[in-house]
């Protein structure tokens, strides 16, 4: 049954000009969109990371980025992109995940090739309260997983905190859409495609921004009310990585956590200081570890990263095959926009023997920091290795051995994925849909891996709300696992469309991010 819009006023605000419709069809570009109607560890995520509204999911993987929810209504096992849907809307193309605080629901999406656009939801209705549109200015080719729509918002009940890599962080008013305050950030840079897909992290009075790019790798802390930098660390030690800041609470007090090349760090929230750093991660990271209870758990791989540098440029269709890279080659790789000189200067540290061309060790010489180079090192890791590992918080220094609680070799990490950590059990979900699970007390494997009757690339990483656990595929399944000891296939529900976001939990409704649509599911609508 279509549902029909109130004419009512709303706001559609475009860079820094607020235009007012009184009709949605005035506005094509908003891509308001067709609305239709049809229809116990959670308790352990710190509640106090989560400030306006015990259901909200506030930011990437929702509270404290663990993909857990502490909802208590009921959430559905079997929906499609109709049934069991109050409420859909097209949102333009995009592979972050939305967000819900305080009764709304917040999205990013791109309209066109110049119009990145961020859309304000009723959560309970679908009704759009506000959209605004920017034009993002000259982006670079990103791979065809990614999108210039790829970063996840952060919202509070007052703000929402919005970052895109050419227009920096900014926040907006949760309800009227209007700018609060901008912050620029540096323009990352990512030579090998991978392209920008990091998101902003709330915590207490501060958000937080981790961007391990190729060109000035760093963390920030903002402050929410006025988008000040209040810490940045410089990771100039740091290659390309993907994975978001996370909080441990210790008897010490609050460390925010960080994963990256070749270590996880422990930060001081006020002042950005480096607490303690554990050299166990290898090249790059791409999940994000999940931290209660003052323990932090990790699935990292660097299987394939050892070459990839050469795989991206030097067997690509534009370079020669060669077994070696060239600064030609990264250029004819990147095309029309550019190479940094100030990456090139990356490339000359390797070139050991200047010849030009890197090869061999030059490219981890290149490419990883002389001070950090843990996951290349011939007396660490094997770069192939994978593991699944977990620490304690609260260290001090070098904590490699003193805070390591247990490690586990597998063969069964994904790179993008992150574990969901529940009930004593840690479960990986990869490509293929191959599950497997690790107890949390020492790490020990479960039970042999398993697949799930779904093969499909996994990006988005597996959320829990309601007994349930459900893993969104690339190719638009959504799995509905019963959370037990046997993960029990409950539903295989088709929502039509390939699904790279995280979907968000809140109030009894799942929120899925599929290429192109927001889709509300909740229980017998
Ligand atoms: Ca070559
Ligand atoms: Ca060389």
């Not at 034009?135 to 999108?147: D, R």
């Not at 961007?211 to 410089?234: R, V």
């Amino acid at each position: 049954m279509q549902k029909t819009q109130p004419a009512k006023q709303r706001l559609v605000i475009r860079g820094d000009d607020i235009q007012t419709t009184d009709d949605r069809t005035d506005c094509a570009r908003c891509w308001t969109g067709l609305v239709t109607r049809g229809s116990l560890c959670a308790f352990l995520i710190l509640c106090w990371l989560v400030s306006a509204h015990a259901e909200d999911w506030p930011q990437f993987r929702g509270p404290n980025c663990s993909g857990i929810s502490n909802t208590t209504q009921s959430l559905p096992t079997e929906f499609s992109d109709t049934h069991n849907v109050p409420w859909s809307t097209k949102v333009g193309e995009g592979v972050g995940g939305p967000v819900v605080a305080a009764g709304r629901v917040f999205v990013s999406g791109l309209l066109d090739d110049q119009t990145v656009a961020l859309f304000a939801f009723d959560s309970t209705t679908g009704e759009q309260l506000w959209t605004r549109q920017w034009t993002p200015g000259l982006l670079s080719e990103v791979h065809a997983t990614n999108s210039h729509a790829s970063t996840t918002p952060a919202a509070d009940a007052d703000h929402v905190y919005f970052y895109s890599a050419t227009l920096g962080m900014t926040a907006l008013n949760a309800q009227t859409g209007q700018d609060v305050w901008h912050q620029n950030l540096p323009e990352p840079y990512f030579v090998f495609k991978w392209g920008p897909a990091m998101s902003p992290v709330l915590y207490k009075d501060k958000v937080l921004f981790c961007q391990d790019d190729d060109l000035y790798p760093a963390m920030y802390a903002l402050d929410k009310q006025t988008g000040e930098i209040l810490w940045k660390d410089s990771r100039d030690d740091m290659a390309v990585n993907y994975s978001h800041p996370v909080i441990c609470e210790t008897p010490h007090g609050d460390e925010i956590i960080v994963a990256g090349t070749g270590m996880l760090i422990g930060y001081d929230p006020q002042t950005g200081r480096r607490l303690w750093y554990a050299k166990t991660l290898l090249r790059n990271i791409k999940t994000t570890p999940v931290s209660f209870d003052g323990k932090i758990y990790l699935s990292v791989q660097s299987g394939g990263i050892a070459n990839q540098w050469l795989a991206a440029a030097d067997a690509s269709e534009t370079g020669n095959n060669d077994g070696k890279l060239s600064k030609e080659e990264i250029q004819a790789f990147v095309g029309e926009i550019k190479v940094p000189a100030e990456f090139f200067k990356k490339f000359d540290r390797g070139d050991l023997n200047q010849d030009g061309l890197l090869e061999g060790e030059e490219l981890d010489l290149a490419f990883l920091h002389p001070d950090n180079f843990a996951g290349a090192s011939f007396e660490a890791e094997d770069p192939a290795d994978q593991f699944v590992l977990a620490f304690r918080g609260g260290g001090r220094g070098d904590v490699t051995e003193t805070h390591l609680l247990w490690k586990q070799e597998t063969k069964d990490t994904d790179h993008i994925v992150s574990p969901l950590v529940l009930d004593g059990r840690m479960l990986l979900v990869k490509g293929g849909g191959i599950t497997t699970l690790f107890d949390t007390k020492l790490g020990l494997p479960l039970r042999p891996r398993k697949r799930i009757p779904n093969a499909s690339e996994y990006f988005a990483s597996p959320v829990y709300g309601d007994g349930k656990i459900y893993v969104a595929a690339d190719n638009g399944m959504v799995l509905v696992l019963k959370n037990d000891e046997d993960y029990e296939v409950l539903a295989k529900n088709d929502m039509g469309e390939s699904i790279v976001g995280t979907p968000a939990i809140s109030d009894g409704n799942l929120y899925i991010r599929t290429r192109s649509k927001l889709i509300c599911v909740a229980q017998n609508r």
